[in-house]
């Protein structure tokens, strides 16, 4: 099965509404990192969270190992936050190997 | 700021041919990767390496090949092309328990 899990899959919102952005885990793991992609963009890391919070201006990620959770949180949403979120884990004992979730598509309206 | 270089951006391929995907980086990681990245799909690991001479077969690794000839450079190769290759490739580097960071792809369109 699957061993992480991003809901949801799709969101839309108003300019300046929150979003809080989940992902699920099966299995243990090492590390979580969140990645921003626009559509044919590259990856860029958001955040590296092996556990707790971590607040980068709007944007906040907490993990939680012993739930198997990570959430990513949006604040005050801007039309430039548009985009797709990524989680990713590294199980444990992949060394280094990262096993991604498909995504949450964000689409921000004025 | 950690760089990791793929070259080329866009590549454009006949079907029975051989492609070569290059990727370079400055961050003096011993780990490297190849994924692919496909509608429906979502990212999927091709190769990887631990270091200089090593590769590693990752989830997806038939009709793929990887060198890995130095700590930076790590190449990802096709040597009989098809279009069912046709797709976005990544390449990144970390250590383990550390960030991983990415390329800015590679769109690779097999006709």
């Known amino acids: 099965g699957q061993q992480v899990q991003q809901s949801p899959t799709s969101l839309v919102l108003q300019e300046g509404e929150n979003a809080e952005l989940q992902c699920n885990f099966s299995?243990?793991?090492?590390?979580m990192q969140w990645f921003y992609q626009r559509p044919g963009g590259s990856l860029v890391s958001v955040f590296y969270?092996?556990?707790g919070t971590k607040q980068s201006g709007r944007l906040t990620s907490t993990t939680v190992i012993k739930e198997r959770r990570s959430s990513l949180h949006i604040s005050s949403s801007q039309i430039t936050d548009s985009g797709t979120y990524l989680c990713a884990m590294e199980l444990s004992g992949s060394f280094n190997k990262l096993t991604f979730g498909a995504g949450t598509r964000l689409a921000v309206c004025p | 700021e950690a760089a990791v270089t793929q070259s080329p951006r866009n590549k454009v391929a006949v079907t029975g041919g051989k492609v070569t995907l290059s990727c370079n980086q400055t961050n003096n990681h011993n780990n490297m990767y190849w994924y692919r990245q496909d509608t429906g799909h979502g990212l999927r690991l091709i190769h990887y390496?631990?270091?200089?001479?090593?590769?590693e077969k990752g989830d997806i690794p038939d009709g793929y090949k990887a060198s890995r000839p130095s700590q930076e450079n790590f190449s990802l190769i096709l040597e009989l092309a098809t279009p069912s290759q046709t797709s976005v490739y990544f390449c990144?580097?970390?250590?383990?328990?550390?960030?991983?960071?990415f390329g800015k792809g590679t769109r690779l369109t097999v006709v």
């Open positions: 390496s631990y270091g200089a001479g090593s590769t």
């Open positions: 969270n092996p556990s």
């Open positions: 299995t243990s793991l090492n590390s």
């Open positions: 990144a580097s970390g250590e383990q328990g550390t960030e991983v960071f």
